[in-house]
């Protein structure tokens, strides 16, 4: 019961997997979250109880408001406690961005429905316990498609573009208690773009992003959950802002 708890959204896999092994580490409990791979989310969940932590893993689809407060239930009823909320789980779908005829309104409302309505639903049903923490904090995983105005597809763009304002509304409303603040990934070496792409389009896009980003580099897994663990766990004076890890891409060569 003394132990901090972390609550992290798709953590089967890449960034939330690499948070929640990490927040482990670190000496906090957690929550792993999966929606389909069950087998991966008890990996990272072994990984966990190997570094200490006391380890929830809950299967819940974040755009279903229903699940998200099943698992805030889970939580009190395990934990008595929530510290920090990571809302890391993501959706795309890869359409190249001049094929506009590729999207349709179904498409942008399953990707706005797991990637904004997710992160707004995950936030209520926590807020009640992440009240009641001396130092609470959430952690909006975006990225930096909506700064270049590029990535997986118009939709993706959109819908982290609009995570990040619903970042700074929540930030307002939820201070002074609890601080929203957001991690801005460039192209991480996840499974999420090598799935997407497959493998040869992604070795391309690596070597392009490689080449265009001022350290030269891809981001990895860890790198983003050292961020995240970092406005989560440690910073206390800041709410409402974005960090972005992305190499130097942004910056360029
Ligand atoms: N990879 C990149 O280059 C990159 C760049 C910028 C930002 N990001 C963002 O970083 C976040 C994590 O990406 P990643 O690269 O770590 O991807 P990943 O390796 O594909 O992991 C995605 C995770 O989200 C879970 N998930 C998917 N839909 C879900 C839902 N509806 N409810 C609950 N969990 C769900 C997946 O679990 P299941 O498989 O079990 O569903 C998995 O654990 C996403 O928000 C993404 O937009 C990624």
Known sequence: MNKKVCVITGSSSGIGAASAEL????????????????????????????????????????????????????????????????????????????????????????????????????????????????????????????????????????????????????AKVLGPQITVNIVAPGMVDSPWLKNGLGAERFAAMARSYESSSALNTLVSPEDVAETIYYLGAIASKTTGEMHVVDGGRRLGR
């Open 23 to 170: 927040f482990a580490r670190r000496g906090w409990d957690v929550c792993v979250n999966y929606s389909k791979d069950a087998t991966a989310a008890l990996r990272v969940a072994q990984n966990c109880k190997s570094q200490g932590a006391e380890v929830l893993v809950e299967r819940a689809d974040v755009s279903d408001d229903a699940q998200c407060i099943s698992i805030a239930k889970r939580v009190e009823e395990r934990f008595g406690r929530c510290d920090v909320l990571v809302n890391n789980a993501g959706t795309t779908k890869f359409v190249d961005l001049k094929d506009l005829a590729g999207l349709d309104a179904a498409d942008f409302q399953r990707i706005y429905a797991v990637n904004v309505i997710g992160p707004f639903q995950m936030v209520r049903a926590f807020a009640p316990l992440l009240g009641r923490s001396a130092k609470a904090a959430v952690v909006n995983v975006s990225s930096i498609a909506p700064l270049l105005g590029g990535g997986s597809s118009v939709a993706y763009i959109a819908s982290k573009g609009a995570l990040n304002a619903l970042s700074l509304a929540l």
